[in-house]
Nanobody, 116 residues
Framework: QVQLVESGGGLVQPGGSLRLSCAASGFPFSNYAMRWYRQAPGKEREFVSI????????RYADSVKGRFTSSRDNVKRTIYLQMNSLKPEDTAVYYCNVWRNSRDYWGQGTQVTVSS
């Protein structure tokens, strides 16, 4: 079955950096676009980024453009989210996602807290 396991979250000061990882299993990873979402307390889950399966190209939410970078390693079956210049408003639980067989699959999430 599809399994997505995020890691790399933590507490960081404003302006700092973190790198999140999401290890995937249970499906042909290289054939699927992979996404990052986040959910802040009291808010709806929102799209952060996508990395495609075809050429690894990426797109980002306006709120993170220029600060976050997504990438994938098809050999390791892992996607990454490099987050730089972090702001308090980036505080959220970050989830990786894949759409397969007409449904969404989600990991358990990893908490990112940006605070001084």
């Amino acid at each position: 079955q599809v399994q997505l396991v995020e890691s790399g979250g933590g507490l960081v000061q404003p302006g700092g950096s973190l790198r999140l990882s999401c290890a995937a299993s249970g499906f042909p990873f290289s054939n699927y676009a992979m996404r990052w979402y986040r959910q802040a307390p009291g808010k709806e889950r929102e799209f952060v980024s996508i990395v495609t399966s075809t050429d690894g190209s990426t797109r980002y939410a306006d709120s993170v453009k220029g600060r976050f970078t997504s990438s994938r390693d098809n050999v390791k079956r892992t996607i990454y989210l490099q987050m730089n210049s972090l702001k308090p408003e980036d505080t959220a639980v970050y989830y990786c996602n894949v759409w397969r067989n007409s449904r969404d699959y989600w990991g358990q999430g990893t908490q990112v807290t940006v605070s001084s």
